[in-house]
């Protein structure tokens, strides 16, 4: 029951965890790339405003200049292109050129070649005696080394991030250990108080019973009044000492230790809790049936798996009204047993089903339907059910009725 607890509590950590370290490292990745964009664009415009001052002129007309040392331009990818006032080509220096046109409304210009795009910056070139613009110097390098340098820069950080989380997974294993440890403890002493208080309020309850039942065998002696309130002791004694054998053997069955291992037919345990509860059948003139072909075996404790379709049993016939139809079914699929106690009952909502295993919970218009009970019923049915490697299901609709299904291993 804690382990999952736990679990659930590491799976919340590590997703708020993850979810920040996700936003840390887009943010580390938009500010670097911006950051590396600009400093590429900044450093064309350099390359080209040192190439157009360098820029002769050749008759009115740009002269292209083969002095510019072209090797440095391979070594680092980038490339020369002049063109004239009116945008066309005269000569170009380097590779990595683009094909695009002259664009004259933009200065930077991108163009996917092959496997990597190229960029390029646009800059006039003047005339430095009279001011004139003499053609456009276009300056553009591959971006090849620009996207290695983000790929690397990836690869950082998503290992940073997987190996944070890995380790900040250990650590959470660690904390939720420790931070479960207490409450362990404390639910622990819980069970140990339940379990001991019960256990010790069962002598005096059974003093208390035995001595009414004393007195009231001789209500000659005493006034009418009297025997009136020994009867109530006497039911108020009844329904504590339920209570307390109830507690007790939910303290017990928690702490946890398998059940004996005979085998036990299921068919035989339905058909005797059926004829056990004729009388309330007739009384209420449900209609019970039970589609119980062949004998079904289980292993397991007899009279905790009697408890278990017992209190399934009285809950259906206790929450139909009177004239419904209550069906008990049984199925065998594979190596699974199953068990379902369908009623035509009041039903509850989906809300209610969430609680319906709880301890002590009872639903409202179960409490006005019938008084009696103290909503331990169905704790004590599960927590025997799962005693025996089982699962105990249900499914109901306010107003339509509920099924509840016990799911046990076959031997
Ligand atoms: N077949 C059913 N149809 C409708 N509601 C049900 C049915 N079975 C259980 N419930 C709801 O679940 C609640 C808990 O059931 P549970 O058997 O644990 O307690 P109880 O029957 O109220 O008391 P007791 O401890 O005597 O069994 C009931 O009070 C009722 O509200
Ligand atoms: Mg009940």
Redesign the pocket.
Known sequence: MFQKTRYQLLLSYLSVFAALLGIFALAVRVVFTTNLSQKFTESLTILGESAAAEAELDNGHLKVDNDFPINELIIRHQALQWFDPQGHPVGQQGQYTLTLPLSLNTDVQTEQTGKFSIRGVTLPVINNDDGSLIGYVRVSQSLEEFHETLAQLDWGLGSGVMITLALSSLGGLWLTRKAMQPIEQSFQRLKQFTGDASHELRSPLMAITTNVEVALEYPEGMRSTDAKKFNAIANAADQMTRLTE?LLLLARNDQVQSPLQETVNLQEILHKLVELYQPQVDAKEINLRIKSTKPLYVLGDAVQLTRVFA?LM???L???PTGGLVEIQTNQVDWQLYVSVK?T????TPE?LQH?FDRF???D??RSYQS????????IAQSLVQNHGGLLTVT?QLGVG?C?TVRLPAP
Request: glycine share 16%; net charge neutral; proline share 0%.
């Open positions: 109830d209190n009285q809950n259906a206790q929450y139909t009623d009952g009041i039903g509850m209610q319906v919970w009872r639903a218009q179960a009696k009970g103290f909503g331990l019923g169905l704790a109901s509920s509840f």
